[in-house]
T-cell receptor
């Protein structure tokens, strides 16, 4: 069965710092890749998704992610984080009709 | 467009009691998912429906959990009897179709506490 690994459990940054959250998956076939965000007290929301085409995907709120097929990775980036980015971030992989989530990374941005 | 509706938002029960959660997906979405999210972990798929048929229930603890989507629209998830380790947020999600090239839309979840 496929698995999804998120490398960082909790990341603490100051405002304006750059962000990169790692995500790796184990599945050799065609995949769809997602990053979801969960703000405190709110439901999961889609940040961005990759189905095919350009491996550099731009999402909402200035986030982007790059699919590197050879590394089975889909890392999330943002050049300059804001206090309002404080949330939990989940990487998800859909493969063969099987959607799996990583354990999540909690991001705390200090004002 | 209305999102995925779930109720109740919160539920506290004693162990060995029964509980049921309800989900109404986005109108027209054929695929419905139930996930369990334990504190500090990512969502884990419990069951996936395509219309009123079960696509995947391999991770559903069938001795105590059951789910149905009789008319292919809304769905209920039941736990009977509940255990302490069932304390979690139960998320419902829907998507227009199953398979690749589709995204899931999530409801706000039901937070279950078993005491």
């Amino acid at each position: 069965a496929q698995s999804v690994s998120q490398h960082n459990h909790h990341v603490i940054l100051s405002e304006a710092a750059s962000l990169e959250l790692g995500c790796n998956y184990s599945y050799g076939g065609t995949v769809n890749l997602f990053w979801y965000v969960q703000y405190p007290g709110q439901h999961l929301q889609l940040l961005l998704k990759y189905f095919s085409g350009d491996p550099l995907v731009k999402g909402i709120k200035g986030f982007e992610a790059e699919f590197i097929k050879s590394k089975f990775s889909f890392n999330l980036r943002k050049p300059s984080v804001q206090w309002s980015d404080t949330a939990e971030y989940f990487c998800a992989v859909n493969a063969d009709n099987d959607m799996r989530f990583g354990a999540g990374t909690r991001l705390t941005v200090k004002p | 467009e209305a999102g995925v509706a779930q109720s109740p938002r919160y539920k506290i029960i004693e162990k060995r009691q029964s509980v049921a959660f309800w989900c109404n997906p986005i109108s027209g979405h054929a695929t419905l998912y139930w996930y369990q999210q334990i504190l500090g972990q990512g969502p884990k798929l419990l069951i996936q429906f395509q219309n009123n048929g079960v696509v995947d229930d391999s991770q559903l603890p069938k001795d105590r959990f059951s789910a149905e989507r009789l008319k292919g629209v809304d769905s209920t998830l039941k736990i009977q009897p509940a255990k302490l380790e069932d304390s979690a947020v139960y998320l419902c999600a829907s998507s227009p179709q199953q398979g690749l090239n589709t995204e899931a839309f999530f409801g706000q979840g039901t937070r279950l506490t078993v005491v």
